[in-house]
């Protein structure tokens, strides 16, 4: 039997003694708040020294977190008010169009010389690698569109859905839209402030309309979350049924 998800909404308590600790728990500096918020998200989870992430999570505004989760959180330092979980197990068929919002860490795989896998490189940066260096800028927020574009369309491919390629306008008809109704903003790269290697991740947020080709697919892929940096707030996709 599978286990199931549980989605959650965590804010930080603006009373005492949380109040005290709002600077330091909600820093200002992207690569800060992305680590202290990793941390923060595991005292929701953490039950023991062994256990491994079973969770997604985003912080949608200052100091609240979506989660998604195999477990209720439980909030064993008093830092947070909890919203009751909701069992996530939506009923979906084929054609159901969903609105959408994701936070992502995009990469893909770059192939280096004597070595079988490709090691993960941010998407943008690829795009731009061979374009001299002082036009990069010039460069860049093309290559965010096209190649968040791209990224997002092939995880539609491998996890059961597809952008929308059509939306009715106000007049009534039909709008075929080439690229699907998505748009992409936020593009950033954060150095990742935490006890582990340092690393940089780009993020983008990518917010649209769907369709589910493959129910169960989709479910499971959104229970696993998309792209990379999940530990740091990337890739758990926030859903609505649109009303047709």
């Known amino acids: 039997m599978t286990q199931p998800l549980y989605l959650s909404r965590a804010t930080l308590r603006r009373d005492v003694p949380a109040a005290a600790l709002l600077e330091l728990l909600l820093p200002g500096d992207a690569g800060r708040r992305a680590g202290v918020g990793h941390r923060l998200v595991w005292t929701l989870f953490t039950d023991g020294p062994d256990r491994e992430r079973d969770f997604l999570w985003r912080e949608a505004e200052n100091g609240t977190f979506y ?37 992502a860490n ?33 460069k860049r927020n093309e290559a965010v569109q096209t190649a968040g574009r791209q990224w997002i369309a092939e995880q539609g491919a491998r996890c059961g859905f597809r952008l929308v390629p059509e939306l009715e306008n106000e007049s009534g008809s039909r709008e075929v839209l080439t690229e699907g109704v998505l748009r992409i903003s936020g ?23 769907l369709e ?33």
């Open 67 to 103: 989660l998604l989760s195999r477990r209720k959180p439980e909030d064993r330092h008093g830092l947070f008010c909890i919203d009751p979980p909701k069992e996530f197990a939506p009923s979906l068929t084929i054609g159901d169009r969903l609105s959408f919002s994701l936070r």
């Open 106 to 138: 995009p990469t893909v795989a770059k192939k280096t010389e004597g070595k079988s896998r490709g090691a993960p490189v941010d998407v943008v940066m690829a795009a731009i690698h061979d374009v001299p260096r002082r036009e990069r800028a010039l």
């Open 187 to 209: 593009y950033r790269s954060i150095n990742i402030d935490h006890s582990g290697p340092r690393a940089c991740i780009g993020v983008m947020d990518f917010d649209g309309v």
């Open 212 to 244: 589910v080709r493959d129910p169960q697919l989709f479910l499971a892929s959104v229970g696993r979350g998309f792209g990379r940096a999940k530990a740091f707030g990337c890739g758990l996709m926030l859903l609505r049924r649109v009303v047709m």
